[in-house]
């Protein structure tokens, strides 16, 4: 038994934190006994461990879980590796996940390979779990140690074992390498012996030598096409263990480049275009007349509008225009038999956001919908809320739809925590916005007022609250009221009523409106006015009935904009008194419209419907009969919401914040102004965000949480007893912005007497203000006031300060301006001191100076050459000692560099410069070595020295003029004497002489020599004068002595298709080896369906090799593929099963 590890690798286990589980495999089919346990295929991968909300603070308890453990074991090389463990999990409250390691860091899973097997069953009575590790056919790498760890939730163990992996003997298999052909058969001495597993095996070994044991042949081919990058990647994914072998293997790899005969130029590897893009495929081919055919995956490609081909001397060229999805494949150009290939990757352009997300406020369980537009159609695209990505798994909360080009985030039913900015990437782009949710508030913009109604008139309760979508039920006393025929109840938009028709004195009561959902009521109570009829006598002084707690008649009503006014004024009097309305000393007389008097018997009524801020006055009514007279005063007062404040302005604007004020508004609406409401949004959005939810008292507030760098408004609405002001003065467009951080790595570049040269970097955050410039300043040391260097602002990150006092120690700072001021300044590290460092003049000759620079005629000829000193050095140039002549070459020179221009080249230019840079006595030279050169001339006395045979041997003489260059070839072209034709014979012949081979018996030739030199061939070659005649000989043709061979015969596969297993998306192939003659004809078959003409599929067949290449295979390409080839002399087949499975 393994020895126990607690607590080892699991704390570093728990850090990386499991990814999110995968679903567990299809439980197997229950079987009729209640004991069988419930097995489950498991992948090492297909199920981690429970989800930990915060593994960082948390680690798993360490406890004992296994009640059976791995045990150290030894095998035999080949055979099978069983390994068992059990877990106890009758305490846990999740199920255990398990893991297996090789070493320290190699997890075991799925992807490790096919040889690794996991199996896990379930006691359900006792709940107990069984895991099993199965490694198929072990090899030598398997041996080492392991680890098998469990966990669940916040337990978990760990236990170690070995495992060794011993050689087979030989003596126990020899036997099983003479078996008979024959053994399905009863008779043990029936069949010949078959060496071939014997012979397998020592092929095997010699394979074993050369390749590093355990690493399937597929894998192989993926490092072979993978980068040297990836290659820890791909042997970590697929259980690779022995790097070290597998990097020497691929060394020894090489890669022969076959030359081609057809083709001078091939195909690039592969192409990428952007989708829509237009894309050209060159080729360049040895013969201009041959004919090229282009196929896509298989298919040839025919000329249309969208594929154009073009012949352009020896090139060849096929262009695809407005470039899509479907253009993505695999292309081949075909000559003869030759063939160069390429793949072509579309790549989809950069997704924008043409429209962003907009801020929104909501109130709780309202349904939110955000959109954002993009510029491509099922362009993918990422939600994020407060930085953590919103996935598919939390569909019960949000959900995702796309319609054309628009992306919609949907949140049925919001609550407060849905509150927080939410965005939008894509792979061009970003946009953000915020979201608010808050609790449901109801407003009461009119309260229910009570009411004095005489018998049999209409009594109506009127309420109006801030949500039209609010419902709500009437109460009398507590009572709920029914509808009847003489009392209605209606809500229309924001107002709620009540109507009682032929008001009784039993309908004097409380009545009350409650809103549902909300813990608020609307009270009121309705007064009876009885009317008693008493015996007065026939002369009575009019009298005006009103409840005045003074001895006059002065009544005050306050009433709310808009709602309607009814003062009933009882009089009595005998006779019938006479009545007068006064507003001011003008009698109100009007009987209709808007503002009215209603006169019925002992009752006048005053009458305004839809009460006005114009209404406002003092109202006199006055009652007179022969007997007297009485008067009484009505007080109107109108009350309405205030106006908007004035003035709203903001004052400064930080990086996500802005300080706006306003002033009060001139009209209160006759109550005091209890506060504010302040809302913004973004400009060009209809959507405001209310920034405060309480009323607010102060005139300046300060906004938060801005994006920099986005426009955005404010307004403000004033708040009274009576309601939110109609309508908000808005600031103007403002943008939140701040100042850059400070300039960095301030550091001086030169000095004089005068002058400081400083530079610096730009500041780490510039923000969306950008830079405007930079300000210099300085002081002397000690000084306290800072003195700018530069008037303007300086663009570059470098400055030259000037008229700065000789001697004298100087302090410098640097500070970055932008629109939003300026940022904290950069300051050196100690002051300078003003004055010029003398510097030994040096030339700094560039390296390919050194040697002799050549140049052919005609060619610019510009040669930059840095040095140093200071005070500034003195520069001149000479040649061969001479001043150098200004016609000849230009010179230009600067204070750290200068230049020899000659604009044409000519041979007169060639030969050596000087060039001096001196600083009183001190000086530095150089000399440059310049040959301009140009074309040979043509060779001397060419001549055909002797001819023998088929050859003919000629010689010349070198030219006269060698272009200034050294000779370093000759050409050699023949011609018939019969067509004058010219075809070179030699080229870059070193020597003046040459002998000519293989020429035409009965011809007669001339020869011509080209001499060459670095800057090609001499213009006119020169030609032999006498000729070569090749003198015709007899030839005597021999019958051949020997039979020929009969080489005819049946097809037979030298090589059977091979069993595959290979993973979805990766192309493969499959191969096999026939002989036969006549040439079989080669038939591919899937399934026993004949495959034809299928883009997928790819049918070669070279020298008797058969390939059939599968492009990017899906599981649907798995099953039985069969190959047949066929001839005069019969037939043969062989088949294999290709296994596609998906990645893991």
Known sequence: MGGRQHGINWRQAIKKGPGPAKPAAKPAAKTAEKDVPKEEPKGALDELPPDDTNPEERAPELIGLFIKAPENLSVENGKDIILNASVDASQLTVKPSIKWFKGKWLELGSKSGTRFQFKETIEKEKKIYHFELKILKAIVADAGGYRCEVVAKDKCDSVSFNIDVEAAGEDDNILQSFKRTGEQTKDEHAGELDFSALLKKRVEEKKKEEEPEGIPPDVWEILKKAKPSEYEKICFQYGVTDLRGMLKRLKKVKVEIKKSEAFTKRLDQCYSIDKGQRIKMIVEVANPDISVKWFKNGQEIRPSAKYLFENVGLKRIMTINKCTLADDAQYECIIGDEKCATELF???????ILKPLEDQQVFVGDKVEMEVEVSEEGALVMWMKDGVELTREETFKYRFKKDVKKHILIINESTIEDSGRYQVMTNGGKCEADLIVEEKQLEVIQDIADLTVKASDQAIFKCEVSDEKVTGKWYKNGVEIRPSKRITMTHKGRIHKLVIDDVRPEDEADYTFVPDGFALTLSAKLNFLEIKVEYVPRQEPPKIHLDCSGGEHVNTIIVVAGNKLRFDVPITGEPAPTVSWFRGDKEFTDKE?????????????FVIEGAERSDEGTYNIVVTNPVGEDKASLIIKVVDVPDPPENVRITSVGEDWASVIWDPPLYDGGKEVTGYLIERKKKGSQRWMKMNFEVYTETSYQSVKMIEGIMYEIRVFAVNAIGISQQANTSKPFMPIAPTSLPLNLTVEDVTDTTCTLKWRPPDRIGAGGIDGYLIEYRKEGAAEWTEGNSKLVERCGYTVRDLPTGEKIEFRVIAVNIAGKSEPALMSQPVTIREIV??????????????????????????????????????????????????ANVRTSEVDTILFIRSAERGHSGKYGL????ENMEDTATINIRVVEKPGPPQAVAIKEVWGFNAFVEWLPPKDNGNSEITGYTIQKADKKTMEWFTVFEHNRKTQCTISDLVMGNEYYFRVFSENICGLSENPATSKNTAVIQKSGIILKPLDYKERDVTMPPKFLIPLVDRTVVAGYSTALNCAVRGFPKPKVVWMKNKMVIRDDPKFIMKHNQGVLTLNIRKPSPFDGGTYTCKAINDLGEAEVDCRLEVRAPQ
């Open 346 to 352: 579309v790549k989809e352009p950069p997704v924008t």
């Open 593 to 605: 419209g808007r503002v009215h008097i209603e006169l019925k018997t002992e009752l006048s009524s």
């Open 839 to 888: 510097q030994q003049p040096k030339i700094r000759l560039p390296r390919h100076l050194r040697q002799t620079y050549i140049k052919k005629v005609g060619q610019q000829v510009n040669l930059v050459i840095p040095f140093q000193g200071k005070p500034r050095p003195q520069v001149t140039w000479n040649k061969e000692g001479q001043p150098l002549d200004a016609k000849q």
């Open 916 to 919: 001096t840079v001196q600083i």
